[in-house]
Structure formats: structure tokens, C-alpha cells
């Protein structure tokens, strides 16, 4: 952390308790906005855990900036979906700011307040909880991961930039420029650039520049002639390294959580993480750059990312601005079957970036998938688990499935519980290098009133897949409707599940209603939904503007119906 944040408490008699008749209430000031506050915090929680559940609690911050560091969190080893395979991340040690264990009837009420992070690090944690809130905060990085620079000129050798706030470098002997922070730092990189109306992915300005010279915030990459990189004055480089070591907030195996009224203005190194949960909510969060500040970037990763959860996910009235990657990923876990015996089968997660959790439990009903065609072909129930290794897991069921495994080559298991109904209305999306929105659950799902703007890849995606990312399964029951989308790209709706042998529709239920596609000006013959392996399909009452024709592409489906 910066030298003039002190990395001792010496006020923890700030903390103070106020009954009144609905609960009780933990006051946490704010005396000195150079004190670095995690362990003050974490106390907080630690008075609020006495009462366990026995009432509601209200941890009460106050207007301010609250420091919270990596030096002072509290490191946990655990495994979080989607993050860093064990060859990035060997330990897989995440170092939690605010961290809610095993709590119930919990409310932090940020009261306007700042969190404002120092070093890589997860701001929230919150482990096997029920009936938490997080309200009325703001949550900032001193030390973004993601380093930003404008360009100020340019030509075939040399690229001149100023470095953005909260950004700084070193720059070596020999010339090589590092990315540094709190704790860390970083060499090259990945690069997007921002040219004031999207942001694309890019080849790095790290990548060929023969030595970097630095003038107060002034930066100058000198390449060889021919070798700088396209871009213009005022575009802005966003670079950071790969590997998502932590998260911006982990919501795990816990129930009944709300954050409302949120402004996450740097999410690193990944996103808002729900992982087995039941029941989460998202009402009134941004998740985009400070208005009042010059960087153009929020986020490292995705900005929400629901894993194997069961309940509802509701997201409602967000605005998701300036992510590294898709704003919203909703989606279960396909696991390989290894071996099977009579009644239970060993079952191995396979894509390197998510392992090292239970993904089932007693009494979770599964479905047995052939992985080419993604066609479901067998049910049963778990009656037992047995964690055999980080990668392996072994299940006991109530009946004997291996007769039908045997019938296919590759056979995936979806966890069919662990599959939420969701609603996502009310929200924008805008500045994203990818998609703005992927989703694949079973059970219902409602897409409403939402505005996606300048989506470069597929404004909306129904994936589904058992041989790549592995993420789950067949959609039974998803409305898109009065959603706007405006000079997105082709196709902008698209529902791809990743069957390479067609056995069957992998998808059904799906309706497109009432939603508009604005171009800003005449565009060429745009693609507004594409569709593949998809029974009962219904398109109606669709509009476009500035775009007079438009195809609709189907793909092996049936039982469509397009007005």
C-alpha cells in the first residue's frame, strides 16, 4: 500500500453498538482517510458474527474513503470458477478484504462510502451465508489493474502516450517498460483500445517496441520503422496481464444475497463471482468507470459471472460499461464421466480454469449428456459424493445409468438443480470487446427492457457446450423482449449451442418479442437472430430502423414460428 496509509489500527473503540427496536446497528466511522481500515472492518464483521442470526445486524459505514489492502486482508485457499488453472495460480490463494463467513442476517449499509482497494485483491468475500445485503457503496481500485495511456502522436517508429490516473510504470536499464502497482507488476500484456465510442481488443503497443523512454506521465515507444501499431490521437490503451487471480466480489454457497445500489468503478482481476448460491441479486449496481475521472476501463474480465447457482438471479436496472470481457455469463458446469461402475460414476472438470470444488450434492438430480450432440439421455439422483482429487469427483446414484453410458463415446454430466430462473431487466450495456450478455440455464429465463449498444460480437448469446469452456446446458424457456439494440453486430441475437452432431434440438422454448434494432445510420443487411438446434422457436413482432432488410437464419430447427 502507498507509505502514507498506516498499516495499523489503533481506534478499534470506533466500532460501537446502538440498539433500536428493529436491530442492531455497528457503526464503523471513518477518523482518518489515510488509515488503512481492512482489519478495523473485519472486526466489525467479527462483533456482528456474535449474534448469529439471532437478529438483524446493520454494519454502518459512514460517508469517506475506507483503504482496504492486500497486506492487511485475510488469505483463504480457495477455488473459484472461471479464474486461474493450477499452473497460473498454484495456491490458489485469494486474499479477501471484507470477508462474511458462515453469517446470516447481515447488512452492510455503505451509507455512500468508498472501499478503495490497494494491491490485488477480492474487496468482498461473502462463504456459506444466508440473508446478506451490501448497499450503498462504492468500490475503486488506488491501483487498477489494467493500466491505461492516450495516445498523443503517432508515426510508422514511434507512439507517444500520457499515462491515465492511477497509473504507473518503471522502466528498466535496457529500456523495458513494467506495469506496476501496489505488490505487483507486470511486463507485455494484452491490449484493448478505446477510440471513444467502442473498445476492441488490439495488438499490444508492448509487443515489438524496441525501448520505452518517460517523462513524468509522458511515455515514448520507439520501434522499429514500419513496426508501431495502428492507432490514432486519443485512442486509449488498456493493458493488463492474464491471469485472474482474484475477484471483485466472490458470493459462495450461500443463500438469499442482494447488492443494490453498488458502483464498482474497477472490478479486478475478475468480476462479481456467484458459485453455488441460491438466490442473488443485483439491483442498481454499475459496474463502469467513475464519471468524474479519465479512465475508460472497469473492469479486467467479466463483469458478473453465475456459476452451477439454483434459485433466481435477478439483475436489475445495471449498467455494465468498459469490461475486458462479456458484462454477464450465467451458466452450470459440464463435467467428463471418467469411469462408471453400477451405481456411481467418476466425473472430472476439464477445462483448467474452473476446478477444486463439490459441484454436487445429495439429492441434486443429474442429467447424463452425450457431448457431441448435447442431447440429454439418462436422469438420475445423487445419493453420495466423494471428492477424490481437485479435477475428480465420485457420485453414487439412485439408479444404474453405465448400460446408457456405454452407448456413447463422450458423456458429460450436468448438475440439473444447480440451474437458477433468470431475470435480467432494466440494464445497459455498452463498451465491451465481446458479447454483452451469455446464458445458458433451464430453467426460465426473462430478458427485458434492456439497451445494448455497440456490441461487437453477439449482443446476446445461448451457447452450450461439452468439449471446449464446458459450460452447461440446453435452455427450456427464455423470453428476450422490448429490449433495444443499437448498431450492434451480426447475428445479434445468437443461439449456438456447440453440437457437432445433430441428434436432435439441443434448445426449445426460446421467444423473441417486441424488441427493437436501431442502426444509426443505413446498414448493410444485418443478421438479428441466428439460430441453431432449436425446437419451438417463436420470432414476432420485431422492429428495425435504418435497416430495410434483415435475415433471420435457422440452423436444424423446428416448430418455428416468425411473424
Known sequence: MNQTIKSTITFITAVTSVINAYSIVIN???????????????????????YDGDTDIIIRLSPGVYNISRTASIPVHQHISNTTSEQENPQSIK?????????????????????????????????????????????????????????ISRNDSIV????????????????ELYWIGDGWEFIGGIAQIYDGIHTRRCVSPMNKYRYAEQDNDILTFHYAAGEAPECQPGNVYQ???????????????????????ISYHF????????????????????????????????????FVQMSGCSGKISVRNCHFSGSHDDPINIHGTHLKVVDYDHNSL????????????????????????????????????????????????????????????????????????????????????????????LLTTSRKAHIANNTFRNIPMSAILIADDG????????????????????????????????NSIFDGPVHSGIKIYDNEFIYSKNTDVPILVQAKSVEELSIRN??????????????????????
Open 346 to 437: 467418476t466425473v472430472r472438470f476439464m477445462h483448467n480454469q474452473t476446478y477444486g470444488f463439490m459441484p454436487f450434492a445429495a439429492g441434486d438430480e443429474i442429467a447424463a449428456v452425450d457431448a457431441c450432440s448435447l442431447r440429454h439421455f439418462a436422469t438420475a439422483v445423487v445419493t453420495d459424493t466423494e471428492q477424490l482429487s481437485d479435477y475428480d469427483i465420485k457420485i453414487r446414484l439412485d439408479r444404474d445409468i453405465r448400460k446408457l453410458i456405454a452407448q456413447h463415446k463422450n458423456t458429460v454430466i450436468e448438475n440439473v438443480t444447480a440451474n437458477p430462473e433468470v431475470e435480467i431487466t432494466g440494464c445497459q450495456f455498452s463498451l465491451t470487446p465481446t458479447r454483452g450478455l
Open 160 to 175: 507517444t502516450c500520457r499515462m491515465s490516473a492511477r497509473t504507473s510504470c518503471r522502466i528498466s536499464a535496457d529500456g
Open 467 to 498: 468439449q471446449s469452456w464446458y459450460e452447461s446446458g440446453a435452455v427450456r424457456d427464455v423470453t428476450i423482449s422490448n429490449n433495444r439494440f443499437i448498431d450492434c453486430a451480426s447475428p445479434i441475437i445468437y443461439i449456438s449451442p456447440e
Open 267 to 302: 472490478l479486478g482481476n475478475f468480476g462479481i463471482v456467484g458459485q453455488f448460491c441460491h438466490t442473488i441479486t443485483l439491483d442498481n449496481v454499475v459496474c463502469a468507470p467513475d464519471k468524474n475521472d479519465e479512465r475508460t476501463c472497469a473492469g479486467f474480465a467479466d
Open 239 to 261: 493493458m493488463r496481464h492474464s491471469l485472474r487471480t482474484e475477484v471483485a466480489t466472490f458470493i459462495n454457497r450461500s443463500s438469499d444475497v442482494m447488492l443494490s445500489d
Open 542 to 563: 420485431n422492429r428495425t430502423a435504418n435497416c430495410p432488410e434483415y435475415q433471420i437464419t435457422l440452423t436444424g430447427c423446428t416448430s418455428v414460428d416468425i411473424e
Open 28 to 50: 464503523v466511522p471513518v477518523s482518518d482517510p489515510r488509515q488503512d481500515m481492512t482489519t478495523l472492518l473485519n472486526n466489525a464483521i467479527e462483533k456482528a458474527a456474535v
Open 95 to 151: 486474499h479477501y478484504g471484507l470477508y462474511l463467513k458462515n453469517l446470516s442476517r447481515i447488512t452492510i449499509d455503505g451509507a455512500g462510502a468508498t472501499l478503495m482497494t490497494h494491491g490485488e485483491m477480492t474487496a468482498i468475500a461473502i462463504d456459506n451465508c444466508s440473508n446478506i445485503t451490501i448497499r450503498d457503496l462504492t468500490i475503486d481500485s488506488a491501483d487498477p489493474s489494467v493500466p491505461e495511456m492516450k495516445v
